[in-house]
């Protein structure tokens, strides 16, 4: 298990008010499995906050600002909750470019909590199947897909979950789908 990963890229997109276990949980899993994980933020090089529930949580490093990250060269993106962390990526042109580009290219999301919404405003979300926080249900509702209240949902290639009590389960569909795609391998071959 401990090579499952090996040689994948992780885009993990955060900023200030991310949910520190949605982040730090599914990445400290992923770099278990062997993948190599970058957090990408519009803050070059700032050091983002997080948060646990409302209380003000840990920090993390940034690897790479949005603007000079390249969707082509990972293998899947991460997009932790966090209702202010999520709030302001969803307005942000640069974290939407890069999560069409990823799923133009048919490579993996997994999308836990609030982050469901920067899917909803970058416009992919028509026609499928996908879970968040409940408070989100509407957006996504409104956006065309259809949100249900289960602890993770698979649809080709998303994988959500809504809150921090889903993350064992997060991580295992998260680790599954991840797994599934061979770094490099053409997305045609994937969908």
């Keep these: 298990m401990a090579d499952e990963l090996k040689g994948r890229k992780i885009a993990i997109l955060a ?10 949980e599914p990445r400290e899993a992923l770099e ?13 090089g700032e050091i983002i ?35 202010l962390n999520a709030d302001k990526l969803r307005a942000d042109i640069k974290a939407q470019e890069f999560v069409r580009k990823i799923e133009r290219a048919g490579k993996p999301i997994a999308v836990i909590c609030h982050g469901p919404w920067l899917l909803v405003s970058a416009g992919l979300v ?13 957006d996504i509702r409104n956006a065309g897909g259809r949100w249900v209240d289960e602890e993770v949902v698979r649809d080709r290639n998303w994988v959500s ?10 991580i295992d ?12 391998m053409p997305a045609s071959a994937y969908v």
């Design 173 to 184: 569909s998260m680790i599954d789908l991840f797994s599934e795609v061979q770094p490099g």
């Design 161 to 170: 979950s809504r809150k921090p009590s889903d993350i064992p389960a997060f």
């Design 126 to 138: 028509r026609g499928r199947t996908l879970t968040g926080y409940h408070t989100i249900q509407d």
């Design 49 to 83: 906050q997080g948060v646990k529930h409302n209380k003000v949580g840990g920090s993390v490093r940034v690897d790479l600002p949005l603007e000079l990250a390249n969707a082509d060269e990972f293998d899947a993106v991460l997009l932790p909750g966090g209702a």
């Design 15 to 24: 900023t200030d008010g991310f949910e520190e276990s949605e982040l730090f």
């Design 32 to 44: 278990q499995a062997g993948a190599r994980t970058y957090v990408l933020s519009p803050k070059a």
